[in-house]
């Protein structure tokens, strides 16, 4: 699974990167940005080919929130991009197989 979760991480680095390019008017700030990188992900991205299938954007939000309250929580030594992917592929686990 760990290939997956670099990988998958990758692709939320991106996002990220994309998300501040297309806020950088504001610095990046987004009040509802689980939606635009759900969105982005689903729509844009590999994420559908490292999980092993198309999620739907309303349950990618969900995991995207989870994880930012759980990362926040939690302070793990863990950057940010391997813990939602961790806990992404744990929701998806035919990825990881």
Do not use: C, N
Not at 4 to 20: G, M
Not at 53 to 80: C, G, I, M
């Amino acid at each position: 699974m760990g290939d997956q979760v670099d990988r998958l991480a990758a692709i939320l680095r991106e996002a990220a990167e994309t998300h501040h390019q297309v806020y950088r008017i504001v610095d990046g700030e987004d009040p509802d940005w689980a939606t635009w990188y759900a969105d982005w992900l689903v729509s844009l991205s590999k994420l559908p080919e490292v999980v092993g299938v198309t999620p739907v954007r309303s349950e990618l939000v969900y995991l995207l929130v989870r994880s930012d309250k759980e990362h926040t929580a939690q302070h793990p030594d863990e950057p940010w991009d391997s813990f939602y992917a961790a806990r992404i592929l744990e929701r998806f686990p035919a990825a990881a197989s």
